[in-house]
């Protein structure tokens, strides 16, 4: 069987296109050549321990900003402090715990960032999951809106009087292009009437764009500057939640389709380290 594969003319017509469609993903991905410089800027970047996060944090700090990275898991969060440190030369790299799933954590980390941080000049709400199930916090709120919008929502919001008073500053928001499949219910964001994986994932990308766009609106001349944004698709563990099988499925298609984490700190990176006192 697999010697009949192997000389299957199908067999490496797919492949050649397969490599072709990675030659060409790597070919046109766009290269940022900005070598603008964050020295006296506070960044704050939620779910900064892993994937896109971490590698916003790495850049971030390589360009001298004051990096609070806003994780779960305070363990993997100080390791991975210690490893921009020593690649980054930056020593000014801080860990708060933050967890989404609850409100009460957003609150506290907030209270926290206030007490002991005179300004912030970003806000970037990368944390997002997929594959979390149909299960609700104990804020009585669907885990997987909670994680992906309610949380941020309530930390942009309980921020933005810090960010007005750093002004000029900025909010990101990290959504997706799946955001276009969502068929939004304001009367099933909790998954009251169905729930669906894919279309709950979908709906909270929604979110994140219409807050932004709103905030935006609402925030005009106050020196706040709300984006939001698709990062395209990266081969990062966010679907680390969902089935084994498709798991090991999609890590295939990551492969083939999506940048390599090294491939997307590329488009972004400054060459030479930077060292804050």
């Known amino acids: 069987m697999l010697?009949?594969?192997?000389?299957?003319?199908?067999?490496?017509?797919?492949?050649?296109?397969?490599?072709?469609?990675?030659?060409?993903?790597?070919?046109t991905t766009g290269i940022c050549k900005s070598q603008k410089k964050l020295y006296g800027k506070t960044v704050i970047i939620t779910g900064a321990n892993t994937g896109i996060g971490k590698a916003t944090a790495c850049e971030l700090a390589r360009r001298g900003a004051r990096v609070i990275l806003a994780c779960r898991n305070l363990e993997k969060g100080r390791k991975v402090r210690d490893e921009l440190i020593k690649d980054t030369g930056n020593s000014n790299i801080v860990v708060l715990h933050l967890d989404l799933t609850s409100l009460t954590s957003v609150r506290k980390f907030v209270s926290n960032v206030i007490r002991t941080e005179p300004r912030l000049d970003v806000l970037i709400n990368n944390a997002g999951a997929v594959g979390l199930g149909n299960r609700q916090t104990a804020d009585k709120l669907a885990v997987g809106m909670q994680v992906n919008?309610?949380?941020?929502?309530?930390?942009?919001?309980?921020?933005?009087?810090?960010?007005?008073?750093?002004?000029?500053?900025?909010?990101?928001?990290?959504?997706?292009?799946?955001?276009?499949?969502?068929?939004?219910?304001?009367?099933?964001?909790?998954?009251?009437?169905s729930f669906s994986e894919a279309e709950m994932y979908a709906c909270s990308k929604l979110a994140?764009?219409?807050?932004?766009?709103?905030?935006?609106?609402?925030?005009?001349?106050?020196?706040?500057?709300?984006?939001?944004?698709?990062?395209?698709?990266v081969a990062t563990e966010a679907l680390r939640n969902i089935p084994p099988v498709l798991y090991t499925l999609a890590k295939i298609l990551m492969f083939v389709f999506a940048k390599a984490m090294g491939e997307y700190l590329q488009q972004y990176t400054i060459k030479t380290p930077v060292v804050t006192t």
Not at 161 to 184: E, G, W
Request: charged residues 15%.
């Open 3 to 27: 010697s009949y594969l192997l000389s299957s003319q199908l067999f490496w017509y797919v492949v050649a296109v397969l490599i072709g469609v990675k030659l060409y993903i790597k070919l």
């Open 208 to 233: 994140n764009i219409l807050m932004a766009n709103e905030l935006a609106r609402r925030l005009k001349g106050t020196g706040v500057t709300v984006s939001s944004l698709c990062p395209g698709l």
């Open 149 to 193: 919008h309610f949380g941020p929502f309530l930390l942009t919001c309980l921020l933005i009087k810090l960010l007005k008073k750093s002004s000029p500053s900025r909010i990101v928001m990290v959504s997706s292009s799946i955001h276009t499949i969502a068929q939004f219910d304001l009367d099933n964001l909790n998954a009251e009437k």
